[in-house]
C-alpha cells in the first residue's frame, strides 16, 4: 500500500492505492493538512509534493488555475483535497 508522509510534522500514514487525501484527513486521523472547503476553492490545503506529483493523481485545469491564483507554480504543488494518493508520497505543506 502507498505511504504518505507530512515532511513537516513527521505524520505517515498508508492507504489503498486512489484512496482521497480528504478520505485520509476524515477517517485516518490525518490532521495536520488544513483542509477549509475541501473543494479546491479556498487553496488552504496547498502543498509542495517532494518527488513527482503525478503520485497524488492526475490534476485538473481547475486546481492549475486556483494554483495559479494563489501565486503557485502548478508543476510544483498541488491541492491536497484534490488529489489521491497512488503511490509513496512525501509533501511539504506550504
Known sequence: ???LTIVDT?????AKSGTSLVDLFE???????????????CGSCAAKPIGSP?????QSN???YK???LGLCPDNHRLLCQCKLMND???ELV
Open 89 to 91: 508520497t512525501q509533501i
Open 54 to 58: 503525478i503520485h497524488l493523481g492526475e
Open 67 to 69: 494554483l495559479e491564483d
Open 10 to 14: 513527521g505524520e505517515k500514514v498508508e
Open 62 to 64: 481547475d486546481e492549475k
Open 27 to 41: 477517517f485516518d486521523g490525518i490532521r495536520s493538512i488544513p483542509f477549509n472547503c475541501m473543494r479546491g476553492v
Open 1 to 3: 500500500m502507498p505511504k
